[in-house]
């Protein structure tokens, strides 16, 4: 090798010698110190669901409401090497509950500690010269998680009414919200209601409502991003049913002396309110007739009835009435006894030749029917004034029978009698004759 050959190669080593010590003294072996601002600090053991930090201790879940600072400043010295590796998003720093566990509500401090740094960055080459704050105070609550809270409707504005509207069977969907958050906010939830306006409504309503949460004097909540609710809105189908009033009412059989216009009829309560198809209702034309069919006759001069209400499957009593209590008169209607002697008892339709009656019955004690002035002048006609028929068609073997008597008043007589039952014997041998 030549000479030059070997000065040249000197001189080279000599300059990349230089360049080494160079770096090592200015990357390596020289330390330096800065301050590394604004470092994330992140609760040890926390979970962070829903924008919440929520911590598990002793059995429970509590979530941070407060903290008094969120991140930390450190003052560092390491090499220059390191130093450039170093920042807020490369080291990290956790804050770990002291020796005293969360158990309840309140606050807490926690120790602050570097946990990471970059992989290349030893933790023996990094020295904490100073930091901003060396605890973190905590504050934290009671973690309700899914607290359901059945939907209400409320219903605003005039309503018509000729119709219902069906509340009470609201189909809301969903019909509850879950809410999650810190116990202190969710306790001053008291109801989930959606409002709806009624004006004028005459059919059924379908909407789409969102949902306000109110405390317990029905104020509007606002509540702050730790507390989540389930749904914002829910969707409505409201029925609305047509209204009719129906009037009580009996039906009749008038008889001679006695009309609907002598009965006096009470009910308790007058009317009751019903909802069902139209049709059907107008049908009923706005009255209900509890019994079809009483006799004026026959019945007491005053009597009551406790009525229980049948109506038709397809119609609902929305009065909460179940029974209607009537209360019956017949004005001015007297009833009179009236004694038929044996010769007013008239035969008809004898028995069959060989067969002989006899009426055992010597006097009938029928009961007249009608106004005062009208009985009156039937008693005082005179004993044929009134007779009782007997029809004797159906005794055909001798016997002792009971037979209806029909008891016939005068024409003319705007009076009623009863029927009585009159004794009857038919013999086969002929009654013996007086001489």
Not at 141 to 152: C, S
Not at 249 to 270: C, M, Q, R
Not at 351 to 368: D, F, H, N, R, W
Not at 422 to 432: F, G, K, R
Request: charge should be negative; proline fraction near 5%.
């Amino acid at each position: 090798m030549s000479q030059s050959r070997k000065i040249v190669l000197l001189l080279v080593s000599l300059l990349g010698a230089v360049v080494l010590w160079l770096y090592v003294v200015t990357n390596v072996a020289t330390e330096t110190t800065k301050w590394v601002r604004n470092i994330p600090i992140v609760i040890n053991g926390a979970t962070v669901r829903d924008g919440r930090v929520e911590i598990y201790s002793q059995g429970k879940y509590y979530v941070i409401t407060d903290q008094d600072i969120d991140s930390v400043s450190l003052e560092i010295s390491s090499s220059r090497a390191n130093m450039s590796k170093l920042n807020a998003s490369t080291i990290g720093v956790t804050a770990t509950i002291g020796r005293t566990p969360i158990s309840r509500p309140g606050e807490y401090e926690f120790d602050l500690s570097i946990s990471d740094l970059p992989n290349t960055v030893r933790s023996g080459d990094v020295e904490i010269v100073a930091q901003s704050k060396g605890k973190v105070l905590v504050t934290v609550d009671e973690l309700i998680m899914d607290r359901q809270i059945d939907i209400e409707l409320v219903t605003v504005g005039s309503r018509d009414p000729e119709y219902l509207i069906e509340t009470d069977s609201v189909e809301l969907n969903p019909a509850s919200v879950f809410v999650t958050g810190p116990k202190s906010e969710v306790d001053q939830i008291a109801r989930a209601v959606v409002s709806y306006d009624t004006t004028g409504l005459q059919e059924d309503a379908e909407a789409t409502l969102p949902v306000t949460l109110l405390n317990a004097e029905g104020e509007e909540l606002v509540l702050s991003e730790l507390t989540g609710v389930s749904v914002e809105e829910t969707h409505m189908l409201l029925a609305v049913n047509r209204l009719r009033e129906l009037k009580m009412a009996l039906g009749y059989i008038e008889s001679p002396g006695v009309t609907k216009n002598d009965v006096e009829a009470t009910f308790t309560p007058e009317t009751i309110t019903v909802k069902g198809p139209d049709d059907v209702l107008d049908r009923l034309g706005g009255i209900w007739v509890l019994e079809e069919s009483i006799d004026l006759g026959t019945i007491e001069l005053h009597w009551t009835k406790d009525y229980e209400l049948n109506l038709p499957l397809s119609v609902t009593n929305v009065s909460g009435q179940t029974e209607i209590h009537a209360d019956i008169r017949l004005n001015g209607i007297v009833d009179r006894q009236v004694t038929v002697k044996e010769d007013n008892i008239l035969v008809s339709n004898a028995p069959p030749a060989g067969l002989y009656p006899e009426i055992v019955t010597k006097e009938a004690q029928v009961s007249v029917r009608g106004h005062s002035a009208d009985v009156q002048n039937l008693l005082t006609g005179g004993r044929n004034g009134l007779v009782v028929e007997v029809d004797l068609s159906e005794l055909t073997e001798p016997g002792t029978y009971t037979v209806p008597g029909v008891a016939v008043v005068p024409e003319g007589s705007n009076v009623s009698a009863q029927n009585v039952e009159i004794a009857v014997v038919i013999s086969d041998e002929p009654p013996e004759t007086s001489e």
